[in-house]
């Protein structure tokens, strides 16, 4: 097992490659998961949904030893006020990235009877639940849509996650 500084989890590739270029990262592996790294960080890619995140992030955890781990990745918002490609921490208040409140859900919610939660997601509750409460823990969510079964372009996903790197980046040490 090897001590890194940061473990960053995301679902799809999509919102991989601006973060990949971003820290230098290189390919280590392709399967069981897309796994990049460079001296300090270490990037994996699960696929959608909770099993996928909880699977991927228990075979990271068996390679490295990291400080931080950090989930980054695109979430519904209940509040169409709220532009596409806005970034919220849903696990700290005293970011310098505003506060949202998510929920995980098994798939795609487009009925918000019951969604008390600003964002919504597939993975951020099996990225806390897998990642030791000793191991410092961030979801960082970029809206991308309004629950409304709309789904983004791979390009507007990078776009948004490279847009939103110079704000979670810094978490990054």
């Known amino acids: 097992m090897r001590t890194i500084s ?4 995301t679902a799809l590739v999509a919102e991989a490659k601006p973060i990949i270029g971003y820290f230098g ?12 790294e460079n001296e300090n960080v270490a990037l994996i890619v699960s696929g959608m949904g909770s099993e996928n995140t909880q699977a991927a992030l228990t075979y990271a955890l068996s390679l490295y030893e990291p400080e931080v781990a950090i989930n980054v990745g695109i979430a519904g918002c209940t509040d169409t ?8 921490c849903t696990t700290h208040h005293d970011s310098d990235v505003p506060f949202a409140t998510c929920s995980s ?4 919610v487009e009925n918000l009877l019951h969604v008390k939660t600003i964002l919504v997601d597939m993975e951020a509750k ?5 990642i030791p409460n000793t191991i410092e823990r961030y979801v960082f969510k970029v809206v991308s849509d309004y629950c409304d079964g709309s789904i983004p372009s791979k390009s507007d996903v990078g776009n948004w996650i490279n847009k939103s790197l110079k704000l979670w980046g810094k978490y990054v040490r």
Do not use: E
Request: proline content about 6%; aromatic content about 12%.
């Open 126 to 130: 099996a990225f806390l639940d897998a």
């Open 105 to 108: 859900h098994p798939k795609a």
């Open 6 to 9: 940061i473990l960053i989890h």
């Open 25 to 36: 990262l290189t390919c280590k592996a392709k399967q069981p998961y897309n796994l990049y």
């Open 81 to 88: 006020s709220i532009a596409k490609g806005t970034l919220f």
